[in-house]
């Protein structure tokens, strides 16, 4: 953000003490408060509650958890489970830590989603009204804290469900740390009344398929450029803003609840609709995102049903949690372009089984080759054409 000088066509609040002192002070914060973002998500995801240090006797279990798992997965993707000749060590964190880790991790994507929804950000009235123009700029100088407030709202939230960092199929910053939330994972298993070890197992083996995949050089390369164009693309709507900032309803009981529940909706972000650009980008990274969905679906598939009893009750009852979230928790995924519905699953497993079905595991594990080798749209829906086209290239 440019800084706001005075005099004319600089600052129209330097006449105004205290307008000037909040402009001196939102000036140059960027696209994206980073202290809003992170003051909202850690009060989200604890609740503004303490939180309790994970037991050092659940880090232990999972850490021994990490030890079946990467052997079996290896086995059955022929894939390298380590990053940097490291192997992925299962980091247990609360809901708290787990907010904080994921704004730091894909602090560059929504930095890029907050300059697309910043474009234009002041409603199109041409007055030449000195008070229109002061509400304008103020309106505008704000922007960077409300993004800040609703990202860190909707991070915060997404971290009292999340089981672990793959939750959202989004690579991370290369290394072997994997976060997951023990304290979700073990309220599911007794909501269920399942095993709780073998529900750990489950979302361990979850995770680590979902790290090596996403850790295959050209399909890190294709999701996060996917993802940050489709972040960089949105052309909001001022006017859209300002509407729903007149219907909020502010509780006297509890006000920061109401501010906090408006700013985890993505509708108070500038309006924020799909652009004619994210329109055109949807198929491709639909495509993409579904395929790598089914892939660590049949992997998880195939080792649970080696090592956990009655593994089908737990992918069950996990996947249709997945596929039935409410639309709050939805608001991150849609922010970036990602549709983790029931019909993307079924596509992208449809895919895979596809694929093994005409080529069996040694033309599945073309997906591994190189970037050319990425199904396209088309081919994601017919199999047959994309083992076609790859034996054509080949």
Do not use: C
């Not at 609703?150 to 991070?155: E, K």
């Not at 997404?158 to 199929?169: C, E, I, N, S, V």
């Not at 995102?289 to 660590?296: P, Q």
């Not at 088309?378 to 790859?390: K, Q, S, T």
């Amino acid at each position: 953000m440019d800084e706001i000088g005075d005099g004319p066509g600089g600052n129209p609040f330097s006449g105004i003490p205290f307008l000037g002192d909040i402009a001196k002070a939102l000036s140059g914060s960027g696209p994206l408060n980073w202290d809003a973002a992170t003051q909202f998500a850690a009060l989200t995801a604890s609740g503004g509650t303490p939180e309790r240090n994970v037991d050092p006797r659940v880090r232990f279990e999972f850490a021994e958890l990490v030890r079946i798992a990467e052997m079996h997965i290896g086995s059955v993707t022929g894939l390298d489970t380590t990053t940097g000749g490291r192997a992925p060590e299962i980091v247990p964190v609360t809901p708290g830590v787990w907010a904080q880790r994921t704004l730091d991790a894909y602090r560059p994507l929504f930095n890029e989603l907050a300059t697309s929804l910043g474009r234009n950000a002041t409603p199109g009235d041409a007055s030449d009204d000195p008070t229109f123009a002061m509400i304008a700029q103020l309106g505008s100088m704000m922007q960077p804290v409300m993004l800040g407030m609703a990202i860190g709202s909707m991070v915060g939230h997404l971290a009292t469900k999340a089981f672990g960092q793959y939750d959202l199929p989004i690579p991370r910053p290369a290394g072997p740390e994997i976060l997951v939330v023990p304290n979700t994972i073990d309220q599911f298993a007794n909501d269920w009344s399942l095993p709780l070890d073998q529900v750990r197992l489950w979302v361990v083996l979850q995770e680590i398929s979902g790290h090596t995949v996403m850790n295959v050089p050209h399909i890190r390369a294709a999701l996060t450029e996917a993802v940050t164009r489709f972040a960089g693309a949105f052309r909001p709507n001022p006017e859209a803003v300002m509407e729903r900032m007149q219907h909020l309803e502010v509780s006297s009981d509890n006000p920061m609840a109401a501010i906090q529940s408006a700013f985890g909706d993505p509708t108070i972000l500038l309006g924020a609709v799909r652009s004619p650009e994210q329109e055109a980008m949807a198929p491709s990274l639909d495509a993409l995102v579904d395929v790598v969905i089914g892939y660590v679906d049949h992997v998880v598939d195939r080792v649970a049903s080696r090592l956990i009893p009655g593994s089908s009750q737990i992918t069950e009852a996990i996947r249709r949690r997945r596929v039935e979230a409410s639309a709050q928790d939805q608001f991150v995924e849609q922010l970036l372009g990602l549709q983790l519905n029931r019909r993307a699953v079924q596509r992208g497993r449809a895919f895979i089984d596809g694929v093994i079905e005409r080529a069996g595991d040694d033309g599945l594990s073309k997906l591994f080759t190189s970037r050319s080798a990425l199904p396209t749209p088309n081919e994601v829906d017919a199999p047959g054409l994309w083992l076609a086209r790859l034996e054509i290239d080949g």
